[in-house]
Structure formats: C-alpha cells, structure tokens
C-alpha cells in the first residue's frame, strides 16, 4: 500500500518510458487437460506467467484507464515442468488506479502457443494498491491477500485450467544479465572455485565473512544511459575494483572465477560500505558506457565483474582477493 499523499502528486507525472516487468505467480487450483504443452498438469503445481510491458501506454481514462503494450516475444507461461510462450501479434494489459475505487491489473485473452488463451487480471477494490498506471512508478510485490477479484485461467477446447494467484510483482526490466556463477551450478563455465568454497545460485564464490559469495547486479535503463553496477556481499569496508571485459574467460581469479575476458579496463575503485558499492554512483561524473567507451546502441557486449580485497589469511590461501559474479549488457 502507498501514502495516499503521494498519489495526487504523481498523478499529475507524465509516464515513464522504458519496460517494465509483470509477474504473477501461484499454484493449480484445478486442472482438466486432455491436449497441448500442459498435459499432466495437477492440483498444486506451480504456476507462473511473466512478460514485458512497454511504456508509456495509451490513455482510455487519464490517470486512471491505461492500456499497454505487450513484448509477445517476452510471455512465458510455465506450469509444473512445462512451459509454453505467446502466438499473440499485438497483446496488451490494461492498469486501473482509483478507477472509481479500483486499483488492478486486468489481461484477457492473451494467446499462446499450443493451447488456448490465457486470462489475468486482479482489482484490490479499494484504489490502494497503486499510485498512478504508470508501471515503473508502482515497482513492487503485491499480495493477493489484498485482492478482492481476481481470475486466471485458461480455458478451450480440451483444457480448463484454473490458478490460484499469490503474488504479482512489478519490476524493471534489469539492462542486462548475470552469469559466470561460483554456485556449483553454472554449467556455462567450467572452472570451479579455487579452494571449494562454493557460493549460493547467482553469486560469486564464497569470501571469508559471506559464505553466499558476492553478488553483482545492475539497475537502470541502457535508452537512457543511467545503468548502474551494484556490488554486495564483500567484506564491509574493503576496496573493490569494478572492471569491464571485451570477451569472455574461465579462469582461477583469486579465491574465484574471472570470466570478464579480453581487453579488460579498471573502471573504477570504489570504498564498501556496509559490504556493498556501486559505480557510477553520486561521486561520478561519466556514465558507465562513457567509462567504458561503448556507444548507447551499438549493439556490442560488455562482461563486468568486481574483484576486492579478501585478506583474511586462513581463507583460502595464499590469494587474497575475490570476485563476484559476472553481469553481461548488449549496449
């Protein structure tokens, strides 16, 4: 639920452009599939359903009614093991904010591949939930405990299959991609980490104070050049290097795995606070594709990882640094 104060302020914002992500995820409530990718489905499988949303939409009712844009090529419904995406040409979602005293997500007839259309859609019914219908401005998880309507299901010829929401999470569209794990997992790289101090699923290897590794992550959109690398899970005020690669590697890299490869650049050292930093942040005055000397558009990839200072002696030895995992962006 957001401050109702805010509400008449952000009304009056004009939409983000960019994309945002939609989410909704749940279990089966009850299934009856005689055809296509859903055949096996029960009671009590896991449901989810994601694509990306292009903004800014168009106005049914300004500030309140607004349509979007669907990525077709981004829609993913997985049920249990099986998984099946969109045939739709043009599909689009609806959002409602204080329509009358509605705030909801509402997705009919959204096409798939294999099987019949599938339908979403929620209302809060007290105009709570969101502060505009602009999506970017409402990033978050909201709880179908909040819901007093809510439907989805696929229903046709040979299929009814009817989910029970929990969640649906608005985010934004990350700029890029993590890899390079030091999970034990990652099937993409092969060199394990140094001294079989494996990390959790996503991060780097385990460092002395972070049995989960490091992590790296990005934020911000690539149209506009305002992404952001953010660095976690390091020791607390260490220094860190956030470095920039032209190719792809797998190599031992002190106590982790470097897979920034080719002609690497320093980017910049940064100072942790609390195990954590970013570039650029507010001290900075280029962006990161300026500092990398890529061009917004060009279509070209860039590695990232950050390595840091890691002394504790009987960690590891004799190395005494560490890596996170690895981000990738097509700029």
């Known amino acids: 639920m957001r401050p109702s104060s805010l509400a008449l302020v952000l009304l009056s914002l004009p939409a983000t452009a960019g994309t945002a992500v939609f989410e909704v995820v749940g279990t089966v409530a009850s299934a009856s599939v005689n055809n296509g990718p859903f055949v096996g489905t029960t009671v009590g499988m896991p449901a989810r359903l994601t694509y990306h949303v292009t903004t800014p939409g168009t106005d049914v009712n300004p500030g309140h ?7 077709a090529s981004s829609v993913v419904l997985t049920i249990g093991p099986n998984s099946t ?3 739709a040409a043009t599909p689009t979602v609806t959002m409602r ?22 339908g979403f859609s929620f209302s809060d019914c007290n105009g709570a939930s969101f502060t505009s219908t602009d999506p970017l401005a409402n990033v978050g998880t909201y709880s179908s405990a909040n819901w007093c309507v809510y439907d989805w299901v696929i229903q046709g010829p040979g299929i009814f299959l009817e989910m029970l929401p929990a969640t649906f999470t608005i985010s934004e569209l990350p700029p890029g991609a993590p890899f390079c794990f030091g999970d034990g997992l990652d099937t993409t790289h092969t060199t394990p980490c140094p001294c079989a101090n494996t990390g959790s699923a996503g991060h780097g290897c385990a460092n002395s104070v972070n049995a989960a590794g490091a992590l790296l992550t990005a934020s911000g959109e690539l149209a506009t050049d305002t ?10 005020t260490v220094a860190c290097i956030y470095l920039q690669g032209d190719a792809l590697a797998d190599t031992t890299f002190g106590d982790g795995v470097r897979c920034a490869g080719g002609t690497l650049l320093r ?58 995992n690895g981000y990738a962006i097509v700029w």
């Open 65 to 71: 009614v607004t349509t979007f844009s669907i990525v």
């Open 85 to 87: 995406g969109s045939t």
């Open 97 to 118: 904010n204080q329509d009358f005293t509605v705030d909801g997500v509402f997705q009919s007839g959204l096409a798939l591949t294999g099987t019949s259309p599938v």
């Open 227 to 236: 992404v952001v690398l953010e660095g976690s899970g390091m020791p607390a």
């Open 267 to 324: 980017l910049r050292t940064k100072v942790n606070s609390g195990g954590a930093s970013a570039f650029p942040d507010s001290t900075d005055t280029v962006t990161l594709s300026q500092r990398g000397g890529v061009v917004v558009g060009s279509g070209v990839t860039r590695q990232y990882q950050t390595y840091y200072r890691n002394s504790a002696g009987l960690f590891c030895p004799p190395e005494t640094f560490n890596v996170t």
